[in-house]
């Protein structure tokens, strides 16, 4: 391994790497624009130079030079400050001074370095270039003028993001990025360019101009829009979230986050459920908590068990559904469910409803088999952990379902359950391939297992895993890839129908003929209200949604940047969402609202707060005390052996429209105009004559 | 209660000046110890107010100018002094004021509330 000496510190490093990683490992801070360590080097904006020996008598570009044995590298010597110096001048020679005016202002690298590095006065007298700014879609702002060419929105839309749309054209001065088109970035991880944009070229359009960062407050939380958990962090200024911004875990998100998650904030300002109501002659009519908790009581009272269920939906945090799975049990009642789309998993066992490989672990499979998943829209940055593995190459993989575009090369097997039947029976060439691999994956996603048949589907997919090898001592290939945040956690806390209980769809039959008289909505959207007959529907969420119009009484919560809460992702790794602003008016953290309706119902939940209600979790599912760590599941039997039949109908995708998933999304104006860019095709810029 | 401040003007003080509030300036009328300087105050007509001093009376009673600034030199963008109104019927009220209207603009953590027509 080359020895080098860098500033004086000598340090040992892997060959192969650069000499601004090597200083990073000792602690020494090289200036750049251009590099960014989660994509490729391109050595471009000069930077980082620093004087090296041997070598010619000039700077070297740190980024891109690898280190030798026997280096001496200076980071501060004179030839390298005035080599940045020089550097500097040139790049603020065509950069605007419109800072106060610029939404980079204060989170700016050029900002940054140039107070370390720019000269006090300009040199230059002549006209500044300007450059005409390019459509990039409703999400990202452009201000081209002020871009410095380091290319790294260019590479993230390259390597990460896998839609080559963006490009530059022209050389020296007359160089300009561009998408060439005036098109909309067709990408569901386009908003991640602006946090790449070292200056303020590419701005958060729906931000635009509405706060500064030394004014907001910074909250570290957990994303819910999907079932990976993205690490983010919560940006608020007084009672309103005012952006999202992506944190850095290499295990989960890496530093990207998906449009959904960064921008669907909005919506938590549009039909929000401020107070409690309570339907009085077939018409809601706002209430105190009280009257709405008498309310509740009042049908409750009496009523056998039996007659009462509940539906934890997709946005539902731990805490509230542990709290109500006591509730139902004190009621009598063993109906509860957490999957409002009916997904067959067998709660019983772990590893049935897991990504059991974890996301991280995608990088080393080498085989992938895909059923009934578009991982691109059901987890946006687990698909651009796949695309990253499949550009290192060696990486086969196949798709059962419907063919759409993942942004990397995939072998489309067939539609639907009888291709799969026949990998398991080992008629397919692809099984080979899986048999082959020295860690084979199989993901299986919520289209596969929503059906009448997910339990042949989770017992065929569970086979195959066995026939290829696919599970073993220290992998585990058999993947659920879930679409809700709150589904595994709901799973884990068992949130599941118990002894003579139903499942959601036994609910709904149940409630249509009037064997359930009481539904506990929790959370829950996807219920078509029709569906529930005449039973008597209480509903516990934070938007005025599918569920609310339904509802006989509500119970207005908190939605996750509100409430303090746990989520646990589809790889079961459990995390801690933060309460980064207070639920408006009425409304209240969930578990809070069950626990008093207890005391009400007289059915007193034994815990009074936050703490003793986790100390309680922990002691029914032992997972919940280890905060961000994987806890590998047991491997068992689950599923139905019973083939699947070869006229089966192939599989259907869970989500329709990745920009409206859930309420808040649908309340979001952004998401809507997304809907209408990405979605229904209107990709071009308007010109100002259209409509 | 100036009743001292009164003695004092009576039996050191020397009137400067008067301003448009009635205000009545003075300074001591001996002149002071080597390394100090005259005092200068204010008997206010009426309630004592500090920010019923004029600007031009401010700066001479700070020390700023050594004779007060004579207030017909005053250029036509000044604009009159206006004392803190705070407590009386003038004060100023924000437009989102009960007051006036209590309707305000758009601002930070405003929300829509559902409601079950919508």
């Known amino acids: 391994m080359p020895k080098l000496t860098i500033d004086g510190i000598e340090v040992e490093v892997e060959p192969g790497t650069t000499i601004l990683q090597a200083a990073e490992q000792v602690g020494v801070e090289i200036p750049r624009f251009c590099y960014h360590e989660r994509l490729s080097i391109a050595g471009n904006c000069r930077m980082c130079l620093v004087e090296v020996q041997p070598g010619p008598p000039k700077p070297a570009a740190s980024c891109a030079m690898p280190v030798a044995d026997g280096m001496t590298v200076k980071t501060n010597s004179p030839m390298a400050m005035k080599a940045r110096k020089g550097v500097m001048e040139f790049l603020l020679i065509n950069h605007p001074l419109d800072c106060p005016i610029c939404d980079q202002g204060g989170e700016c690298d050029l900002q940054d370095q140039a107070m370390a590095y720019g000269a006090d006065t300009s040199r230059y007298a002549e006209a500044k270039r300007a450059v005409k700014d390019k459509y990039l879609g409703p999400l990202v702002a452009t201000q081209m003028t002020r871009c410095i060419h380091c290319t790294r929105c260019i590479r993230f839309a390259q390597e990460v993001a896998g839609v080559p749309e963006l490009g530059a054209t022209g050389r020296g001065e007359h160089m300009e990025v561009t998408n060439y088109v005036e098109k909309a970035l067709h990408s569901e991880l386009s908003g991640n360019v602006v946090d790449l944009c070292p200056v303020g070229a590419l701005t958060n359009k729906p931000y635009a101009f509405n706060a500064r960062p030394w004014e907001l407050k910074k909250t ?75 309310a509740i009581a009042a049908k409750l009272n009496g009523l056998s068990g039996d007659k009462i269920a509940a539906i934890a939906g997709d946005l539902a945090d731990v805490e509230s559904m542990a709290a109500l799975k006591d509730l139902m049990t004190g009621l009598g009642s063993t109906s509860i469910d957490c999957r409002q789309d009916g997904m067959k998993v067998d709660p019983a066992v772990r590893a049935s409803y897991l990504f059991n490989s974890t996301v991280a672990g995608i990088e080393e499979a080498d085989a992938l088999l895909i059923v009934g998943a578009n991982p691109r829209w059901e987890a946006a940055v687990m698909n651009a952990r796949i695309r990253k593995r499949y550009l290192m190459g060696g990486l086969k993989i196949g798709l059962i379902g419907q063919n759409v575009d993942l942004t990397y090369k995939v072998d489309h097997l067939g539609t639907g359950p009888a291709t799969l039947q026949e990998l398991v029976d080992g008629k397919h060439s692809f099984a080979e391939v899986l048999k082959g691999a020295k860690r084979p994956m199989i993901i299986v996603g919520t289209g596969a297992l929503m059906r009448d048949d997910g339990f042949q589907v989770l017992g065929a997919a569970r086979k195959l895993a066995d026939a290829v090898g696919a599970v073993t001592e220290d992998w585990n290939g058999f993947n659920v890839l879930h679409t809700a945040a709150g589904r595994v956690g709901g799973l884990d806390v068992g949130f599941v129908p118990g002894e003579g209980g139903r499942d959601t769809h036994a609910i709904v039959e149940g409630a249509a003929k009037g064997d359930i008289e009481v539904v506990w909505l929790h959370h829950a959207d996807e219920i078509a209200g029709e569906r529930l007959g005449k039973a008597f529907v209480i509903y516990q969420g934070h938007h005025g949604d599918r569920g609310a119009h339904r509802a006989d009484v509500i119970l207005p919560g908190a939605a996750y940047t509100e409430k303090n809460a746990t989520w646990v992702n589809t790889e079961g790794r459990v995390q801690r969402g933060r309460l980064a602003v207070f639920p408006p008016g009425e409304a209240r953290e969930d578990w809070t609202i069950i626990r008093a309706l207890s005391e009400v119902l007289g059915k007193t939940l034994p815990y009074n707060t936050l703490a003793q209600l986790r100390d309680r979790m922990t002691a029914a599912n032992g997972v919940f005390g280890r905060i961000d760590e994987i806890v590998p599941a047991e491997w068992a039997t689950f599923g139905d052996d019973t083939p699947l039949s070869a006229d089966a109908k192939a599989f259907a995708l869970p989500i329709e429209n990745f920009y409206m998933t859930d309420s808040i999304s649908r309340a979001s104006l952004i998401m809507a105009e997304c809907t209408d860019v990405y979605i229904n095709g209107n990709d071009e810029k308007k010109t100002g004559t259209d409509d | 209660m100036i009743t001292g401040t009164l003695f004092t003007t009576w039996l050191k003080g020397e009137f400067v000046g008067k301003d448009q509030y009635g205000n009545r300036y003075f300074q001591e009328r001996k002149q002071p110890k080597p390394g100090r300087r005259r005092k200068r105050w204010v008997l206010y007509n009426g309630k004592i107010e500090a920010s019923k001093i004029p600007p031009e009376w401010h700066a001479w009673l700070h020390y700023t100018t050594a004779e007060p600034i004579k207030v017909d030199e005053k250029k036509p963008w000044m604009k009159e002094h206006l004392p803190n109104l705070s407590g009386t019927v003038n004060a100023y009220v924000p437009s989102g004021d009960d007051r006036r209207g209590g309707k305000r603009d758009k601002g930070t953590g405003d929300y829509e509330a559902w409601t079950p027509g919508s």
């Open chain 1, 220 to 294: 570290e939380s957990v994303d819910v829009f999907d079932a990976v958990g993205s690490n983010i962090r919560v940006d608020s200024r007084g009672p309103q979230v005012m952006r999202v911004l992506p944190r850095v875990n290499d295990d989960v998100n890496e530093e990207w986050i998906s449009d959904k998650t960064r921008q669907a904030v909005d919506g938590l300002l549009r039909q929000r459920l401020d107070r409690p109501y309570v339907r009085k002659d077939g018409k809601l009519k706002p209430a105190t908590w009280k009257e709405a908790f008498e």
